[in-house]
């Protein structure tokens, strides 16, 4: 019925209508159906509602209501859910009923307790009774067994009892540890439980080694066993075949007398009890195609190369490097020493893939370059992949060299540039480069990776950064070429090894440090001659050859099937949604911090809450101002943090392509202030704890039974200090990728633009912190080291380079000099600082049954830069490696241990004297 219908109605009624002007009266059926044709629309309307609407609308309905309305709706409620006299605690699950119980205080636990025996099961569990008693710092001396309840509340009951008095001496000899000796059965039942798991150790270890004796080579001495047993624990999952054709092949690279068909028959058949599935005539043909097909490899310094055809050069295997390069397609990756334990993904690096370490500290382009083309050995790279620390809009390539959007045309670092994609192949042969840092995750990085690929003329690739924490960046998606069918990473990594540094990279860094402390000098000859890794190449070889030739079909198979599948699979990542780009970065900003508000909340419920129950149950285990030192500024930081967590889920619950994000981040960064006290003091938090730790018993105690738990994620209270400082480097990388997929004309995108430049500035502040600290700690170090040394810790200086060198004296300077012969006299190591260069003596000296030299410096003199003169003296065929040190009042020779050595020191010295006289 329209309104014109609806007006005539009504004139015909003689307006007989009442409280509406369109209901009429006088007739019931059209005003029943008029009235079911509104209900029916605004229940259209209702279901078209949000959640939000829907409840105003209820709301705004009740309150119209009258007293009787209301009645009956509550008539409704009580016949649709009809409450019964039944026992809650018996219907619904154990775990929601003791949930429930949890909020119930001391004294309604022990009401409860007499209702029921049910109810006094329940109310007298441990996990009731243990936070009531660890909140005013009671603390139950042993532990529980696992059939035993109410210990906790027996131990409240006499806690509450006793209301005693403890001096802290007391406090410690009671409180001060919870492993006290148990007495009886079950002492005597521990020894012998333990008595068994040694017994059980010994049996293991003793059949370990005898297996090992089964299975070590013939022609290997004792003297390498430890590190032949560490390739063969490698291959304890090869198959019986696989093993025996590596061990035929090692016989013959011995030169054993492998005419004699029946000898090494018989020894493969006893290895093997199984009928091998080729004859002796293809394993040796298959062996010698492998020696034959052994490439080149080039070492991380690209030093000489070696063969291994002949005997002497086998039986020293163990002692050469395996520089041998693939017939195959070559590809090379750079590895920057300041990436966080760097040994672990060189040793991830895969067979076929030339490394290249380079020193993050004071090389220069001109010496990465010559490294690079050095290790090519003239040769053409189907990729460079350049695993360097950095960012979404910096790469951290040197410590010298920062490249991002406003330098990479800059002269120096185009013609790096230009020379580094002169050595891979052209872009229609599949030549590129991949940077593992996220430049496509931000309009900056995408800009140089922009100049980049015009500029060299090949692809540059780079991640993402769809993930958070470490370096989890590398293993989201990449931004390259569509029919690419590898992906990056894997292309030059081992897949496992490169996931576990990813993951665990700054645990394995705080190891490593202590490892290249200890074993700086041994491991830096060990460099040069690398152990283990022509086994490790030929063992891949013979190993792939061997189930080719014997599962050909197969392998072709798989090979065709893959190949289709990823045909199949492959979607353009270039031409991926906009909008729903910008969703998944919101969702990982919206997990990542909840991840951070956990971790604090961990520091607050496992240490902050305990340390400050115990000060007021008379049991204190530190006091108020040192609890305050510690906990305040994290506390604060919780605090807003917990803001921002909320408010980003109330933005994503409602999330559509018109949210904006940037207002929320705009009051967090008004509160950085927080932040700001927190760094300040970083350093006094640490010293107290520690300072805390070996002075009180029961701080010592308290820490030793909450780190390294589950509920604290297996950190300690320091690891669990570190990680706001690395939470900007989050915020930026997840905003940077957030407005690369805002809109120009979207109103988040100036908030967005505010936000990142108040981010990056706080970001710097820290870093200046944090590059402050290292430097005087370094500069502090370097003053104890060097005997003798004048004062070296003033402000603005730091270390660029350390060289060691030998010091040469020339015994006729008249001659021709090419003709000159030189004499090594003392060893000198040479450290570079950005005003001075300090000249010291080095002393090695060995201890007996040691592997590993002491060494100790003696301060010869120092250098102002300014005043520095250098001279490169040519190689001949008496001297190489050589240069020349001119000081005001000295001069020295000098020559180091290879020519990359020298290239790197000298542009590094040049650079640092430019530089000084600049500041002049």
């Not at 209702?46 to 009956?72: A, P």
């Not at 530190?622 to 807003?640: A, E, G, K």
Request: with cysteine.
């Amino acid at each position: 019925m329209s309104i014109k219908d609806n007006i005539h109605f009504d004139e015909n009624v003689g307006n007989q209508t009442r409280f509406s002007a369109w209901t009429p009266m006088a007739s019931k059926s059209f005003n029943k159906q008029l009235f079911q044709e509104r209900v029916n629309l605004i229940g259209h309307w209702y279901d078209l509602w949000t959640d939000k609407q829907r409840k105003q609308f209820l709301h705004s309905i009740l309150m119209r209501s009258s007293r009787s309305q209301l009645k009956f709706v509550q008539d409704w409620f009580t016949e649709e859910c009809p409450v019964t006299n039944l026992d809650f605690t018996t219907v619904i699950p154990r775990v929601l009923s003791l949930y429930i119980f949890s909020f119930l205080n001391v004294h309604d636990l022990c009401v409860a307790a007499q209702v029921s025996w049910h109810w006094k099961f329940l109310s007298e569990q441990d996990c009731l009774w243990m936070p009531k008693c660890t909140k005013f710092g009671w603390f139950l001396p042993y532990s529980p067994a696992d059939n035993e309840y109410g210990a906790w509340k027996r131990h409240y009951i006499s806690c509450a009892c006793s209301l005693d008095y403890l001096t802290p001496r007391e406090a410690a000899e009671t409180y001060g540890t919870l492993n006290e000796p148990k007495e009886g059965k079950e002492e005597l039942k521990e020894k012998l439980q333990e008595k068994w798991l040694r017994k059980m150790l010994r049996d293991r270890l003793s059949l370990q080694k005898k297996e090992l004796l089964k299975t070590r080579p013939p022609w290997m001495s004792g003297a390498w066993r430890s590190a032949v047993n560490s390739k063969l624990s490698l291959t304890q999952s090869m198959s019986l075949t696989d093993q025996a054709s590596m061990q035929a092949a090692l016989w013959l690279i011995k030169g054993k007398d492998t005419s004699s068909d029946k000898a090494l028959t018989s020894w493969l058949l006893k290895e093997d009890n199984h009928t091998p599935s080729f004859t002796l005539a293809l394993e040796k043909k298959l062996v010698e195609r492998s020696i034959d097909s052994l490439p080149k490899r080039y070492n991380v310094s690209g030093c000489n190369t070696y063969t291994s055809t002949t005997t002497k050069q086998c039986s020293s295997l163990l002692g050469l490097t395996a520089t041998m390069g693939s017939s195959g397609p070559v590809h090379l990756v750079l590895i920057s020493s300041h990436i966080l334990a760097y040994e672990v993904i060189l040793n991830s690096v895969k067979p076929s893939v030339i490394p290249v370490v380079y020193d993050y500290n004071g090389m220069t382009l001109e010496s990465l370059i010559f490294c690079v083309e050095k290790a090519l050995d003239g040769r053409t790279a189907q990729s460079i992949g350049v695993v360097a620390d950095g960012n979404s809009q910096h790469l951290h390539l040197l410590q010298s060299v920062q490249i991002d959007s406003q330098n990479v045309l800059s002269p120096n670092i185009r013609e790096f540039w230009e020379k580094l994609s002169s050595c891979v192949v052209s872009d229609k042969a599949g030549g590129h480069v991949d940077l593992f840092v996220p430049f496509a995750a931000s309009d900056a990085g995408m800009k140089v990776l922009e100049n980049l690929s015009r500029l060299a003329g090949i692809m540059f690739c780079s991640p993402t950064g769809i993930a958070t924490g470490s370096y989890q960046h590398i293993l989201s998606e990449w931004l390259m070429e569509p029919e690419r069918r590898e992906f990056p990473p894997y292309l030059y990594f081992t897949e496992v090894k490169l996931q576990a540094w990813c993951r665990l990279a700054s645990v394995m860094e705080e190891a490593l440090h202590m490892v290249r402390k200890q074993m700086k000098l041994y491991l830096s000859d060990l460099k040069r001659n690398v152990s283990g890794r022509i086994i490790g190449q030929f063992m891949f070889d013979t190993m792939a050859m061997v189930k080719v030739q014997t599962n050909k079909d197969v392998a072709e198979a798989l090979t065709e099937a893959l190949m289709e599948l990823v045909k199949e699979k492959r979607d353009n990542k270039l031409q991926a949604d906009v909008g729903d780009k910008r969703s998944r970065f919101a969702q990982e900003i919206l997990k990542s911090e909840r991840q951070y508000v956990q971790v604090l909340e961990i520091i607050r419920d496992i240490y902050a809450v305990p340390l400050k129950s115990a000060l007021s149950s008379n049991r204190a285990i530190l006091s108020i101002s040192n609890v305050q030192i510690i906990f305040s500024d994290v506390l604060n930081i919780l605090q807003i943090n917990k803001q921002l967590l909320t408010e980003l889920m109330e933005r994503l619950q409602e999330w559509g392509p018109a949210q904006c994000l940037g207002d929320v981040f705009m009051k967090f960064v008004s509160k950085l202030k927080i932040y700001t006290n927190f760094f300040n003091n970083y350093t006094v938090i640490l010293k107290t704890i520690d300072k805390c730790r070996e002075a009180m018993p029961t701080f010592r105690a308290f820490l030793k039974r909450h780190d390294h738990t589950v509920v604290t994620k297996m950190m300690s209270l320091q690891e669990l200090l570190l990680f706001p400082s690395s939470r900007f480097e989050e915020y930026l990388n997840l905003l940077y990728a957030l407005r690369l997929h805002t809109p120009p004309d979207h109103p988040d995108r100036n908030d967005l633009n505010t936000i990142i430049t108040e981010m990056k500035q706080y970001k710097d502040f820290i870093l200046r912190v944090k590059s402050a600290l290292e430097k005087d700690t370094e500069l502090t170090h370097l003053q104890q080291t060097i005997q003798g040394c004048p004062n070296l810790i003033e402000a603005n200086r730091h270390l660029i380079y350390k060289q060691d060198v030998a010091l040469l004296k020339c015994a006729d300077e008249e001659i021709s000099a090419s003709l000159r012969i030189f004499e090594h006299i003392s060893d000198l190591s040479l450290f570079l600082f950005n005003d001075a260069l300090v000249i010291s003596r080095r002393h090695i000296s060995y201890t007996p049954f040691k592997h590993v030299p002491s060494t100790s410096y003696q301060f010869m003199a120092s250098v102002s830069l300014p005043r520095l003169l250098l001279e490169d003296i040519p190689d001949t065929k008496y001297v190489k490696n050589a240069f020349v040190l001119q000081g005001p009042k000295r001069r020295w020779i000098c020559a180091t241990l290879t020519d990359e050595e020298k290239v790197t020191w000298l542009s590094a010295c040049q650079s640092a004297i430019h530089a000084s006289i600049e500041r002049r």
